[in-house]
Nanobody, 125 residues
């Protein structure tokens, strides 16, 4: 599976942006999908994840502002980001795993087998 992230850019604080990640492969619909981010000088951290049954999980820092969704017909997972803050500035990475991940491990980097190349989101104050 190859993942291609897109949609990053520069946005003002309080604004919105949607990043996308398109996957190759015929079994996309059976994959658990996640978004992670890495700010300069910091470790990569969990943002959001969605399972095949559409159950979702969010990091506390983005809950209520970000929404993860998937379109299996387009092999694409989205991350809609609203009310953006300067601290949301990071490279955003999508990830995928063929397993049905239980909620307790959906937020772990080690749970995901495939990773995209990342897309940069910059939020100006």
């Amino acid at each position: 599976v190859q993942l291609q992230a897109s949609g990053g850019g520069l946005v003002q604080a309080g604004g919105s942006l949607r990043v996308s990640c398109t996957a190759s492969g015929r079994t996309f619909s059976s994959y658990s999908l996640g978004w992670f981010r890495q700010a300069p000088g910091k470790e990569r951290e969990f943002v959001a994840a969605i399972r095949t049954d559409a159950n979702t999980k969010y990091a506390a820092s983005v809950k209520g502002r970000f929404t993860i969704s998937r379109d299996n017909a387009k092999n694409t997972v989205y991350l809609q980001m609203n009310s953006l803050k300067p601290e949301d500035t990071a490279v955003y990475y999508c990830a995928a795993d063929p397993r049905y991940l239980i909620l307790s491990i959906m937020g772990l980097l080690s749970s995901y087998t495939y990773w995209g190349q990342g897309t940069l989101v910059t939020v100006s104050s």
